[in-house]
Structure formats: C-alpha cells, structure tokens
C-alpha cells in the first residue's frame, strides 16, 4: 500500500457485553498493529466488563463469565490500549460501534481518544459496489480468507488484516488510495462534539437541534439533508461569526424526521417559538406581529392596527402588512402614506388638528382631503392603490385543513399550524384544541403554495 494511505495501522476488533456503548461493556480486545516498516505485531486480552454477559452474546463469542472473572479490568488494562492505537488510524469492520466502545470506555479512564477511523465496510462498499452484502462473512467467502476463530477479537481483527492485504490484488494502489482517503476526510467538527454523534445523522428531510451545555437549544434548522446540512455549519464556523460563535458552544446535536420539506419547515418555526433558541433570529414570536386593518367610517377609510390576538387575524380581508412592532408598522404606513401624498390625519396615524386641515397639505404632501380639496371617494381609492400590495390573504377554507405529503397530514387552520399525524390517525386530535393564533411564519410559508398543492390538501371537520 502507498505510504501516504497508511503509514501507521491498527486493526481492530472488539467483543462487547451488548451493542449499546453507553451501557455495555468490553469482553475481550483484539489489535493488529502494523508499521510504516511493515512490522506486524499482535495483541488480545480478554476484558472483566464488571456485569454479567447475557447468555446469548457467551454463545455467540464463547467468552463465559468464568473466563472474564479473573481477567484485568479495562481500567487496568487502559493505559496499555491506549498506547498500542497511538498515532494509528484506526481499522474495523463496522468501526462506529468499536471506536464507540473504546471512547467511552478511554473516557471514563480518563484518556482523550480521537484517531482518524477508516470502516472496512464503508471500504468494501466503495472499491466493491457491485456485491449487495459486506458484512464480515460476506468478505470471507468473497475473498476466501482464513478463519481461525470467528467471534473473537484477534481473530475478526486477523481477518480485516487480510482483506487488506487483498486489496491490491484487485485494484490498483492510486485507487485504493482515494478510496481510503476520502473515507478518512472529515469534517473539522466542534471541538465539545462527539463525532460519533455526526455518524448516526441521517441524509434526510429533518429537523436538527444544536444544544450546549444545558437542554435549552443553542439553535434549530431545517434540512432536505441534515447530515450534509448540519456539517455545513461547521464548515464555515471560521468564516462567518454566528456559525463560530455557536461550534465553540455546540456539545450535543438532536435531530427530528420529517416526511418532507414542508413537514420540516413547519415543525422548524414550531420548535423555535416553544424553545426559543440563542442564535435563532428569524423565526419570531407571534405576540410581536401586528397589521393595518382598513376600516370605513364616515365615508372615509381609516387604518386600526390590530394584532394576533384578534381572533379574525387570520380571517379579515381587511388586514395589510405584517410589522413586528406598532413603531414599525407606524414608521411603514407614513413613508407609504408620504410617497403617495395621502392625508395622515385622515387615515388616523396622526391626531385631528381640531378641524383644521394636516400640516402635510399645506407643503403639498397630502392632496387635502382634510381640507375639502380631495374628494373623500378620490382619497379612498388611492389609499386602496396604495395598500393593494400590503393585502393579506384571508384563510381560503371555512375550517382546518390536512396537507398531505409522504404518510403523513399536516394541520392547518386560519394560518396556524396545530401539528402532524399519520394518515392513519384521527386529525380530530388537533383540531379539537380550538382556534389557534395566526402564524406569521405559517403564513409566509403556505399563502402562495397551497393554491399550488391540488388535492393534497384535504378539508377537515373543524
């Protein structure tokens, strides 16, 4: 093999108590260790893993609990392991559950454990696509090795020894080379993140939770592919200041399925108002947005600003613009009002001057409809003009609707999302919660595709 592939190996094999790290322990360690020289050393112990091992796991490996009873401790046999994978990458067949095993047992020891991993069945995979199966068995009998005892530490580690060594009967080193080196790149991950945690992400439609050091979220995203997405924040943590700010506090990741895109944007602007995360910022809080309702009184159309709390929010065709701040939503409608040379005091957004006609008429800003120059009927229909772009949609059904996408139905009711449920389930089991607040967010989301979606989108009983 090319040197720059693999100056220093360890093939490695475990036999465990169980398949969980955090719970089970290690029953025998198997190591091949191999040098840039080409020297070969090898190396078992059997392990006391300080719990029983169930009956299953002793007919399968053959290791009984007599056997381990006087065997040393992982403790004590810790410092000895550690040093044998030093400055070695790190060779299994299925590494993510040995490399699992030995970092939480390293970490309860005390020893800091961090190699470069190279799975030979991710390997297999790439150099052989053309075969279904790479599980150990699958490679014996592809590659015809010698089994001395299988099951057993040094004796699997022996045998992922051997299918590389076959390696370069079959391809060509500059091809094997790549094939190790891509497999060995990984991403530069928060230094506080268990890169394991990044192994069992999958690339789907999702939900992703960064945590720190408590269980309030640091942050929260959407993604057509979390695992590529979650990586892509680490990818530029040196460029951009919030994705450096949240690597050098991120310890933990979660992350939640969804059946698609929009199950994933949905359940995103969710979570970030129940939990309201440090670095999310877009993704406001309902009880900030407010709007301009248009109101005719007296012959002349007047703006009343109205927020979520209203029950017809979501309902009124009367509603225009979405502001997050009566300020803002004031500042908004007077430039509007201003580049359109409409009557501020007549509109309500500044107070009656006790019958006399608004400063703005008498600099030309305003036509004078307050003053009688300006028919009210001509103020109105420019104010209409003017508004027409601000208009919000009004909820185009009498009641909840479920949006189908994959197995699963999304509620909605008045631009509000009340949650998902399988095809299967009631729906009632949202709808019965009553009528929900407008949702800003829901609304941006959904007010120009759902006219697109056909029959996906299901009429419920309220």
């Known amino acids: 093999m090319p040197k720059s592939v693999s100056p220093r190996l360890a093939f490695v094999d475990l036999e465990t108590t169980g398949g969980t790290a955090t719970t089970d322990r290690i029953t025998e360690v198997g190591i091949i260790e191999v040098d840039e020289d080409g020297q070969v050393r090898q190396w078992s112990s059997l392990v006391n893993p300080e719990m029983p091992i169930p009956p299953f796991i002793q007919s399968l490996t053959g290791i009984s609990n007599q ?11 810790a410092d000895d392991i550690h040093a044998r994978l030093a400055d070695r990458i790190f060779i299994a067949h299925n590494a993510r559950f040995d490399h699992g095993f030995l970092k939480n047992e390293f970490r309860r020891t ?28 699958s490679i014996v009998e592809r590659h015809r090795l010698e089994v001395t005892q299988r099951h057993r530490a040094l004796g699997d580690a022996q045998l992922i020894w051997q299918f590389w060594q076959k390696l370069p009967e079959s391809h ?15 991403p530069t991950l928060p230094s506080r993140l268990d890169a394991l945690q990044m192994d069992s992400v999958p ?40 994705e450096l700010a949240i690597s050098q506090q991120v310890e933990r990741i979660d992350w ?8 994933a944007l949905l359940r995103e602007a969710a979570l970030v108002k129940k939990l309201k995360p440090a670095h999310n910022v877009k993704l406001r809080a309902n009880e900030e947005i407010c709007s301009w309702r248009l109101i005719e009184r007296n012959g002349s159309l007047r703006l ?51 019958g006399k006609a608004c400063f703005a008429s008498q600099v030309k800003k305003c036509l004078g409809v307050c003053a009688g120059r300006e028919p009210a009927e001509e103020h109105n229909a420019r104010v209409r003009e003017a508004l027409a772009g601000l208009r919000l949609q009004p909820w185009p059904y009498s009641g909840p609707v479920g949006i189908l996408e994959g197995d699963n139905l999304h ?12 095809i299967r389930d009631d729906p009632g089991i949202l709808t019965r919660r009553g009528q929900q607040p407008f949702d800003r967010d829901v609304y941006q989301l959904l007010n120009k595709k759902l006219a697109s979606l056909g029959d996906r989108v299901r009429v419920l009983a309220p």
Do not use: Q
Request: proline residues 5%; contains cysteine.
């Open 304 to 354: 009343a600003l109205a927020n979520t709390n209203d029950l017809f929010f979501g309902h009124d065709p009367a509603l225009y613009g979405l502001y997050t701040s009566k300020r803002k939503a004031t500042d908004a409608m007077k430039s509007i009002a201003d580049a359109h040379k409409l009557c501020h005091v007549t509109l309500g957004l500044e107070k009656p001057r006790g």
């Open 172 to 186: 060509a080193p500059e091809a094997i080379e790549e094939a190790v080196s891509r497999l060995l790149t990984r």
């Open 67 to 77: 056997m381990v009873a006087d065997a040393p401790t992982f403790a004590e046999l």
């Open 256 to 263: 939640l399925h969804a059946s698609g895109e929009l199950g």
């Open 110 to 137: 005390g020893h800091e454990f961090r190699p470069p991993v190279l799975c030979t069945v991710r390997l297999s995979r790439k150099l052989f696509p053309g075969f279904a199966r790479h599980n150990l068995d």
């Open 203 to 242: 690339s789907s439609h999702g939900v992703y939770l960064f945590y720190g050091e408590n269980d309030l979220p640091l942050y929260i995203g959407k993604a057509n592919n979390l695992r590529r997405r979650i990586l892509s924040h680490f990818s530029t943590d040196h460029a951009l200041p919030k």
């Open 411 to 422: 509620v909605v009711d008045g631009w509000a999302y009340l949650g998902t449920v399988h």
